[in-house]
């Protein structure tokens, strides 16, 4: 499989519990983007990362959310004491390089919390 | 704030028809626009990419883009059940942030047999 692969597909934490988020770009791909849909809701940026840089971050909730795309392995999506405002789709997304004006992004499954 | 504008409908065309779908965007200096189609529950795909002025066609998509009035537009033509699906109008602003998509809150596209 040569796209954006996520998990899990879905996930059920409690309120107050932890969840992580995976991302592995397309091969190739060394930028990653996480977004977040609401229900009824547009999709909203919230981080950018290259290899072991966050690089804009000015969509993440002050709070309780974090994100890191290591050396080796994929990008996660931290989100520590989670409420029930945080149900959302959770998608990441990767392109091939920045220094491509075009910037085609190319989007993943999702993972779809739900914070019962 | 950056914004990106469309109608949310639901649209509904006939099949075999044109569907028309069109979006605003406040951030003069954006370089790139993207029409993305997702279906229910799932995932947003990439259907068309425009970066300067005109149309670009790919197949039975036409993308129009008019920077003087901050425009963008997808022509859908001989529209199938299986372009059912809300388009998402996404825009790649200029400056700082120029990486992130900004996006619309779709449009819902109903073609029907």
């Known amino acids: 499989n040569a796209g954006v692969m996520q998990n899990p597909r879905h996930l059920v934490r409690r309120r107050g519990q932890e969840a992580r988020l995976r991302c592995s770009p397309m091969?190739?791909?060394?930028?990653v983007y996480w977004y977040r849909q609401l229900p009824e809701e547009g999709l909203k940026f919230m981080v950018y990362?290259?290899?072991?840089?966050?690089?804009?971050e000015s969509g993440m909730p002050k709070e309780r959310f974090s994100a890191e795309f290591p050396k080796e392995g994929p990008s996660i999506l931290r989100i520590q004491q989670v409420v029930r405002g945080d149900s959302a789709a959770y998608f990441c997304a990767s392109s091939p390089r920045l220094s491509d004006a075009y910037n085609e992004q190319f989007f993943g499954p999702g993972t779809r919390l739900t914070v019962l | 704030q950056k914004e990106v504008e469309q109608n949310s409908g639901p649209l509904s065309v006939p099949e075999g028809a044109i569907a028309s779908l069109n979006c605003t965007y406040s951030d003069r200096g954006s370089q790139s626009f993207f029409w993305y189609r997702q279906y229910s529950g799932k995932s947003p795909e990439l259907i068309m990419s425009i970066y300067s002025n005109g149309d670009k066609e790919d197949g039975r998509f036409t993308a129009q883009l008019n920077k003087a009035s901050q425009y963008v537009s997808l022509l859908i033509r001989d529209s199938q059940p299986s372009d059912s699906a809300t388009y998402l109008c996404?825009?790649?602003?200029?400056?700082?942030?120029?990486?992130?998509?900004?996006f619309g809150k779709g449009t819902k596209l109903s073609v029907i047999p």
């Open positions: 996404a825009v790649k602003g200029s400056g700082a942030g120029s990486y992130q998509l900004t």
């Open positions: 990362l290259q290899k072991e840089n966050i690089i804009d």
């Open positions: 091969k190739g791909h060394s930028h």
